[in-house]
C-alpha cells in the first residue's frame, strides 16, 4: 500500500447499513482503506446521515436522464477527493459504460445473492430474497464482486452463504443475509486494496473457464 491508506469513494441510494459496516472497519488503525468521500443519487438517503455523522464529506450527485452526464458529474466529485476505488452499497442506479472503464477493475459491489443466481436487472432489495424463497432454495448468501458492464456479472472477489430455513420470511433472511453483507464487505475491499485479490487475475481465470 503506497502512500497511505486505500482512497475509498462509496456510492448509495438508501439506508446504508454496508456504509456503516465500511466506516466502522476503518477506524481500525491497521485497516488499509479509508472513506473519503460518500455519494448518493438521492438526497434522502439515510447513508448521507452516517457519512456525515462519521466526519466523511456526504455529496449529492442526483440522477440524470443521460447517464453519461451522471457518470462525468459523479467522476468529478470522485476526483476531487482522489478517489482511488469506488465500492457501491445499495446503490440502485447502473453506472454508465463510460465510468464503468474509467474505473475498470476499481469498483466493486455487494449483491444479497450467491450470483450468478438471483442477480441481473431488476433483482434488487426485497426482490432477490422473494425470488429465493420462491425458488425453494435451501441455501443464500451475499456476494462481493467487481463491476464491469455487465450488470451483477463481473468477477466474484467474496461470497458468504446462509441457510434459508423453512419459515423463513423476506424480513428474516434479508436480515439473516445483511449480517454476512456487513462482515464480508469490509473483508473483501481488504483483499481487493492489498492487492490479495486482482481484478486481471480474475477477469483471466474466467475466461481460461469459458
Ligand atoms: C444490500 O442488501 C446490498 O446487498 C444491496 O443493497 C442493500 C443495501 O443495504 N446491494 P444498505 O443500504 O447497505 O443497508
Same mark, same amino acid.
Given at each position: 500500500m503506497r502512500g497511505g491508506r486505500a482512497r475509498? &469513494?462509496? /456510492?448509495?441510494?438508501? +439506508?446504508g447499513t454496508n456504509l456503516q459496516a465500511i466506516l466502522d472497519a476503518t477506524r481500525a488503525p491497521d485497516y488499509p482503506a479509508e472513506v473519503v468521500v460518500v455519494v448518493s443519487d438521492r438526497p434522502g438517503a439515510? #447513508?448521507? !446521515? +452516517? $457519512? +456525515?455523522? $462519521?466526519?466523511?464529506? &456526504?455529496h449529492v450527485v442526483p440522477w440524470s436522464r443521460d447517464p453519461a452526464d451522471f457518470g462525468r458529474r459523479l467522476a468529478e466529485v470522485?476526483? #476531487?477527493?482522489? #478517489?482511488q476505488w469506488v465500492c457501491l452499497a445499495g446503490f440502485l442506479r447502473i453506472l454508465p459504460p463510460e465510468f464503468v472503464q474509467r474505473y475498470r477493475g476499481r469498483i466493486l459491489n455487494i449483491h444479497p445473492s450467491l450470483l450468478p443466481a438471483f442477480g441481473g436487472r431488476g433483482m434488487y432489495g426485497e426482490r432477490v430474497h422473494q425470488a429465493v424463497l420462491a425458488s425453494g432454495a435451501v441455501e443464500s448468501g451475499c456476494t462481493v464482486h467487481f463491476v464491469t458492464e455487465d450488470v451483477d456479472a463481473g468477477p466474484v472477489v467474496a461470497q458468504a452463504r446462509v441457510p434459508v430455513l423453512p419459515d423463513d420470511t423476506v424480513e428474516t433472511l434479508a436480515a439473516r443475509v445483511a449480517?454476512?453483507?456487513? +462482515? /464480508?464487505?469490509? !473483508?473483501a475491499i481488504r483483499r481487493v486494496v492489498t492487492g490479495q485479490v486482482r481484478?486481471?487475475?480474475? &477477469? #483471466? $481465470? !474466467?475466461?481460461? $473457464?469459458r
Open positions: 475509498l &469513494a462509496v /456510492l448509495v441510494s438508501g +439506508r439515510y #447513508a448521507l !446521515e +452516517r $457519512a +456525515r455523522q $462519521a466526519g466523511v464529506p &456526504a470522485l476526483d #476531487a477527493h482522489q #478517489a449480517e454476512q453483507e456487513h +462482515r /464480508l464487505y469490509p !473483508e481484478f486481471d487475475d480474475l &477477469a #483471466a $481465470a !474466467e475466461q481460461l $473457464a
